[in-house]
């Protein structure tokens, strides 16, 4: 079943859907949105979709779900049949919820720090030690992971936790934060970056140094 | 001094699609501007009026005491046309390094992959460039280039005529193949706001004929290839751009940045530039 996805291409939020979807194999159809400069999330016929006047929004029948953390979930649980996207085994499930708490964490901070530096749209204060923060309990847990043979944040397979984690991360650079400092951090977002049908995004290159010459996969 | 040369133009500093106040930057100059809808008002913090030109939807101001006329886009007027005011997007860069960046083909397929330009179609073909003396600008015309999706209304892969136009060291115009409409010229324009010498805000905007797109998928195509070039700008180093020839070795590919570079020399607008190997 397809759906539509209210679009933003500046947008880390929309950015998270649109890579899951993409290593899926799905193909929604996009509505763009001109967040800016129009402000087309306050208009009436969107808000008459989503009254918080927040993307994204997916749209699959009656079925209209608005933000990233409930759009991934949605997606890996109807859409993937192996469940590794989304694990049914109560605890990674449960770690995967902690993640996805972390991410919109990292949204508010780093995110926000973003959309400074691009737009304007203040941060708040604090923000860029809290993004801080949180990069180093990612690089410490993803450290731990990798001595455990574990290349993900939650198990051995990508889940929606890295997706929703990857976006602000993968875009800290915009911000002005390097990821130097964080070496385990820097691998997971190259494993990531090189997942068949990785999905770029403006501010996020293609890996162009881990074609393989005589293949010319990743 | 290069700021006493810049300070006699004129340069955006607020688009026109919603009414608003916004405190901003220019040339190191803190400046309230207020924007109602029907007028526009830049003051700076002692409270001193600038002049103001609502231009190309744009609020433009000039700082300085002789302003040079603000540059013609002729096809601004043409009936038929959508215009498409793009938005800000503030870059840590010379803002003369935005605008050569707007000039440059040769990325297309490295930065733009899929868009205006693919691998192994990254030639740039031989085309010509000169100093127009009798409006002062530089163009660069005979462009060519494969574009896979040269514009939100270009159905595949084609190749694509280019014309480059610099009237103002900190704007750029491009004139390009119009897929829908081979006899016109779609414009794409670049309007930068110095805000210091290493820090600008790129304004981007176009005049299109484009009957299938709504505004939204316009906007956002052109927001889409203008953050891919942001973190690329960022990164290039000297931060200002250097107008010195023993600094950087030009290619064949650079001849407009060559020409941009000797054009703003001679001019004086060395704003955001470096005029000596350092």
């Not at chain 2, 203008?226 to 000297?238: A, C």
């Not at chain 2, 060559?258 to 001679?266: D, F, P």
Request: hydrophobic share 45%; charged share 20%; glycine share 6%.
């Amino acid at each position: 079943m397809t759906f539509t996805l209210y679009n933003d291409v500046l947008d880390a939020e929309c950015y998270k859907v649109r890579l899951l979807a993409a290593l899926l194999g799905l193909s929604p159809r996009i509505a763009a949105v001109e967040a800016h400069p129009g402000a087309g999330h306050r208009a009436a016929d969107f808000l008459a979709l989503n009254p918080a006047g927040t993307l994204p929004v997916a749209a699959a029948g009656d079925l209209v779900l608005s933000g990233a953390p409930a759009i991934l979930v949605w997606m890996a649980a109807a859409h993937d049949v192996t469940d590794r996207w989304y694990p049914r085994d109560p605890g990674p499930m449960a770690q995967v919820q902690a993640w996805l708490e972390t991410a919109s964490a990292l949204a508010a901070t780093a995110g926000a720090l973003r959309r400074e530096a691009l737009l304007e749209h203040p941060a708040p204060s604090g923000a860029a030690q809290s993004a801080e923060a949180l990069l180093r309990r990612m690089e410490l847990h993803l450290l731990l992971q990798g001595m455990g043979g574990r290349g993900w944040l939650v198990g051995t397979h990508p889940t929606v936790a890295d997706i929703a984690c990857f976006a602000d991360v993968a875009l800290a650079p915009d911000a002005g934060i390097a990821l130097d400092p964080y070496p385990a951090l820097h691998a997971w977002t190259l494993r990531l970056r090189a997942l068949p049908d990785f999905l770029e995004m403006p501010g996020i290159a293609p890996l162009h140094a881990l074609v393989d010459p005589l293949t010319g996969h990743r | 001094m290069s700021r006493d040369h810049a300070v006699n133009d004129w340069y955006p500093v607020a688009d026109t699609v919603r009414p608003g106040a916004r405190a901003t930057r220019l040339l190191d100059t803190d400046l309230q501007v207020a924007w109602d809808g029907a007028a526009a008002a830049v003051t700076d913090a002692a409270g001193t009026a600038h002049p103001v030109q609502i231009r190309y939807g744009h609020v433009w101001t000039c700082l300085g005491a002789a302003p040079r006329a603000l540059f013609e886009i002729s096809e601004a007027e043409e009936p038929g046309r959508r215009l498409v005011p793009c938005g800000r997007v503030r870059v840590r860069c010379s803002p003369l390094r935005a605008v050569e960046n707007f000039l440059d083909i040769a990325h297309f397929p490295f930065v733009h992959k899929g868009i205006l330009g693919a691998e192994p179609q990254t030639e740039v073909f031989p085309y010509a460039v000169k100093i127009r003396e009798e409006v002062d600008e530089v163009w660069a015309t005979q462009v060519r280039f494969h574009q896979p999706q040269a514009a939100k209304s270009a159905g595949g892969a084609t190749e694509i005529r280019y014309e480059y136009r610099v009237p103002h060291p900190m704007a750029a115009v491009l004139y390009k193949t119009c897929p829908p409409r081979p006899e016109a010229w779609d414009v794409i324009a670049i309007f930068v706001q110095p805000v210091s010498e290493t820090e600008c805000i790129a304004w981007p905007w176009m005049a299109l004929y484009d009957d299938e797109s709504s505004h939204a998928e316009m906007v956002q195509f052109q927001q889409e290839i203008f953050v891919q070039d942001r973190s690329i700008l960022e990164n290039q180093l000297p931060v200002r751009l250097p107008l010195d020839p023993r600094m950087e070795i030009p290619t064949r590919a650079d001849l407009t940045s060559i020409a941009y570079r000797r054009w703003l020399k001679r001019r004086g607008a060395t704003y955001g530039a470096m005029t000596e190997a350092q």
